[in-house]
């Protein structure tokens, strides 16, 4: 019984989340995802989030990742790209949500 408690709870999880897309953009218009690799236009970066409040969460840590990147790149002199500035988030269906409320974002932020 024990043997088929994990891949059932792996399932379980996996089952329960939704696919995200997005992207960051730097002040100079290029986009970026995963730090300052930068990317096509219609290419975007994929994770995925239990809700669109989890999912905006995992997005904005990785924009606090590209510009703490970014911060210590240009302390080296090293920076090829802008500094990040904006986040794009997407659900499955497409559906900007990038700009949404929820009663914890402030604290999580």
């Avoid at 043997?3 to 059932?8: A, G, M, N, R, V």
């Avoid at 096509?40 to 904005?60: C, I, K, P």
């Amino acid at each position: 019984m024990k043997k088929y408690f994990i891949p059932f709870l792996a399932l379980l999880l996996c089952s329960c989340s939704e696919k995200y897309t997005y992207y960051i953009e730097t002040e100079n218009g290029e986009r970026i995802v995963a730090g300052n690799s930068t990317i096509g236009e219609n290419e975007v970066g994929n994770f995925r989030a239990s809700s669109d409040s989890a999912a905006y969460l995992e997005g904005y840590h990785r924009l606090v990742l590209a510009q703490q990147v970014y911060n210590d790149l240009a302390q080296a002199n090293l920076n090829k790209h802008g500094k990040p500035v904006r986040l794009f988030i997407f659900n499955e269906d497409g559906t900007e949500i990038s700009n949404i409320d929820f009663a914890t974002k402030h604290a999580e932020e």
